[in-house]
């Protein structure tokens, strides 16, 4: 239907990959921290909630300056996490991708702790006496009532991880092939003279992959409520 | 040992100190209004809340003990839970449900307990569905499954039937009476119900206000009028044991034997020799100065008065015990001898003329059989 250019079609398989990378690997941190906040009760929860939803308040200009400080090869952690691992955010796609973490990490957190809320707390104690221990627990209780709320969060984390431009374009600048995803060259199309329709052309392409990420996430969703309603 | 409690528990409020020892077996009610401690007490049982001190014993186990510093964890104290809202998984069907317990315990039924646990539960045609897609009383009925597949030392009953309504309360009943006589196990059932009382338990503790206020054989508490909240349910009469003897050549009603006397009930279908239990309640008995003829009531009784208290408006409760031999010696300390409980009016008393140590007899109007289901 849309007859793409090497170049887009790139940048399209490196949005995808970088948004899958983000999700995959922020994932796990999600379903703990949403499982500490929807069931733990300890000092400091309202802290950790207000750290875990600061990227949906701050400018993402500032989250990606605030990677800059944190990650860059001459910053502490960047300059440890390089020399340590080889690992270098600046300029790699692999920035982009913790970026585009940092970034989808509410959308994930909020709905798994959605999902969790709806457990009856008293399920733990039965289940305790029924002879099953906390990692038992986790896994027969905890994991199988956060699915839906997994499946959500995990649609919808990836369709804001292919939309992040601020965070990305400040942190790992907008290099061809390598951190250039699909808000990033439709942004260079638009700079470019004569680049209008391909501007135009990517932009459906976005709003088209939206959409799909919109209606999976609803499915997900109207799982979830009647599981909750049940 | 079945059971032992001593224990003082403190939790903002509402104190509660708790001791008792039930030495065999069967069904032990925890009995009291609401707010009294129990679901607390049987929470600390269960490990679910930690007592300030004492000692918890469950037949030769000490699973809790505040001086050597033994608290063993929920899950190794080999606790059955029955809880009021049945709490099962709604993620897993019918079958994990049942089985949760049982895959996660070293020490299982044999296979063949088991499947006799699920067959009288009547569990085999639901094992398939969801629990959302039960009823309340089957709900209940899965819970009780799910906790005896997982062979506890012990059972504990949170008024289990407290959410359902009479006809699936008579649903689960039986099931209970099966566990009283064919299960060697303790049980603890919390109940608010003076009713499931008298039908179910071999002992009560009768708790209030935080306190277990006494404790002792259903037979004997129920026929004290000492403890507050027994007293108020003076109107629940007696419970008393009795034996199937024998039945009318048409098999339409069934002799018993209660302590030497002969009780007519409607036919029982069950063979001589049964043990039951008969619910006499105190409403339901008269009180004749001479034996009444031509009277529709099958059991008149010749019973001795021996306690006139005044009960509740313009009533008297009347004790009596059984037989009209009884000489005063004996009516200072009537045990062992079935006792009566009626309650009739204060006019009534003064026409008749009642006293103690009187002569009198007891008409019984209506007699609830229950306890020990046909041996097969």
Redesign the interface.
Known sequence: MINLTPAEIDALLLSLRISGVAVGCALPFAIIVATALALGRFPGRFILDAIVHLPLILPPVVMGYLLLIGFGTRAPLGAWLYETFDIRFVFSWTGAALAAAIVSFPFQVRAIRLSLETI?P??Y?????????RI?RFF??TL??ALPGIIAGVITAFAASLGEFGAIITFVSNVPGETRTLPLAIYTAIQTPGGELAAARLAALSIGLAFAGLLLSEIAMRHIRK?AT? | MSIGVNIHHKIKKFTLDAEFHIQEPGITALFGPSGSGKTTLINIIAGLENPTRGHIQIRDHVIFEHNRQINLPIRQRRVGYVFQDARLFPHKTVRDNLYFGARRNANKLPHDEQEAIIEMLGLAPLMARRPNKLSGGEKQRVALGRALLANPDILLLDEPLSALDYARKEEILPYFEWLRDHRKLPILYVTHSIDEVARLADHIVVMDKGKTLASGTVFEMLSRSDLPPLAGQFDAGTVLAARIVSRDPKGEVSFLDCGGQRIVVPYLGRPANNDVRLHIRARDVMIARTPPNGISANNIIPVTITKITDGKGDTLDVDMCFGHDADAAFLAKTNGRPTLHARITRWSGTRLKLGLQQKVYAVIKSVTVSGPLAKK
């Open positions: 009856n008293g399920l104690q039965a289940a305790e006496t029924l002879g099953a221990g038992d027969s209780l199988p009532f599981r049940s």
